[in-house]
Structures are given as C-alpha cells and as structure tokens.
C-alpha cells in the first residue's frame, strides 16, 4: 500500500520553529521531487517548497524564502520541512506530495503532486 504519512505540526508561538517530517512507504522517494504544500482556511492550495528528484535544486514562495528549508533523506524514504521564524499567516494544513517528475518548480506552481499525504495542523498564535 503506498502511503505518504506527515507528523511534526502543533501549536507555536510566532518566532518559533517547528520541523515538519513525510515518512513514504510503498515506494521509493529517490526518482520523485518532493513538495510541501499548504492550505489556509477560505484560501486555496499553496505550494511552499518543492526539491527536485536529484536533490540538487529547490524552490521557495517568496513569503517564506530565508525562513523555510526542505530537505530529504532518501536513505529514510523521509523529506523534512524546517520551518523558522514563525508567523500567524503560515498558519495552515501542510501537505507533502511526491511527483514523478524532474519539473520540481512546476510542481509547487501548479500544485502537482502523484501521491499526497493526510495534512498536519500548524497553528501560530501567542
């Protein structure tokens, strides 16, 4: 069964820091670009972060550049998202997704993603 399972999100104060993990299973993340993704209540799907399959390239929303790192462990199949500096407006569910595909900025742009997971819950608030 392919399964993409997210943990790490919770409750921060601003300024805070929380790192978001997507454990796969049922496939291999090495030939996939990652992204993480979020979605604001009233406010459609954003793309957040994306990396690419050769892990060399990565891409950022501008409202998130210098405070926001993706990274993966392809060792683990898990793709992380270090989040900084926290806002209330990053407030969101975080999704991560996998694409079979080397079009990694595509991938945040247009919000593509082969496999998704369940969402976690980030709330910032003091």
């Known amino acids: 069964q392919l399964q993409f399972v997210e943990s790490g999100g919770g409750l921060v104060q601003p300024g805070g820091s929380l790192r978001l993990s997507c454990a796969a299973s049922g496939f291999t993340l090495d030939y996939y670009s990652i992204g993480w993704f979020r979605q604001a209540p009233g406010k459609e799907r954003e793309g957040v972060a994306c990396i690419s399959n050769s892990d060399r390239d990565t891409w950022y929303a501008d409202s998130v550049k210098g405070r926001f790192t993706i990274s993966r462990d392809n060792a683990k199949n898990t793709v992380y998202l270090e989040m900084d500096d926290l806002k209330p407006e990053d407030t969101a569910v975080y999704y991560c997704?996998?694409?079979?595909?080397?079009?990694?900025?595509?991938?945040?742009?247009?919000?593509?993603?082969?496999?998704w997971g369940q969402g976690t819950q980030v709330t910032v608030s003091s």
């Open positions: 997704a996998a694409r079979a595909s080397d079009l990694f900025r595509a991938m945040c742009v247009m919000i593509l993603g082969d496999y």
